[in-house]
């Protein structure tokens, strides 16, 4: 079973993942976050194999905190979830070191096989 931090400055959001994650028996969520300073506490304290990290949040976002995770647990997983499609925001997100790169209008569709692509080792060739 794979574990998922939830990081994201909107509680309803958070949510709406929470809700799509707990469906499946093979995801477990340890935790959520709603800024960046708090999701790389979170993933201190829990380890999880998965952090699905929105960009835009107060503080250090999302890209920021995404370098930070990956310096300290390079074996965590980051998918960024945004609702900005830009190439510029992709191409950051892969400079960060974020494993995958999902506009949130596609979650429902995209979202589970995302998770368990990175989970298999299978980088993210959108964002290369």
């Not at 998922?4 to 969520?29: C, G, K, T, W, Y």
């Not at 949040?57 to 965590?76: N, S, V």
């Amino acid at each position: 079973m794979a574990s998922v931090v939830i990081v994201d400055d909107d509680p309803q959001f958070r949510a709406v993942l929470s809700r799509l994650l707990e469906r499946e028996p093979e995801l477990r969520i340890v935790d959520e976050a709603g800024d960046g300073e708090a999701s790389v506490r979170s993933v201190r304290e829990t380890a999880p194999d998965v952090v699905l990290m929105d960009i835009r949040m107060p503080g250090i976002d999302g890209l920021e905190a995404t370098r930070r995770i990956k310096t300290e647990r390079p074996m965590t997983k980051i998918v960024i979830l945004t609702s900005f499609a830009e190439e510029a925001y992709r191409r950051a997100a892969s400079e960060s070191g974020a494993d995958a790169f999902l506009v949130k209008k596609m979650l429902t569709r995209e979202l589970l096989p995302t998770i368990r692509r990175v989970l298999a080792g299978d980088p993210d060739r959108r964002t290369a």
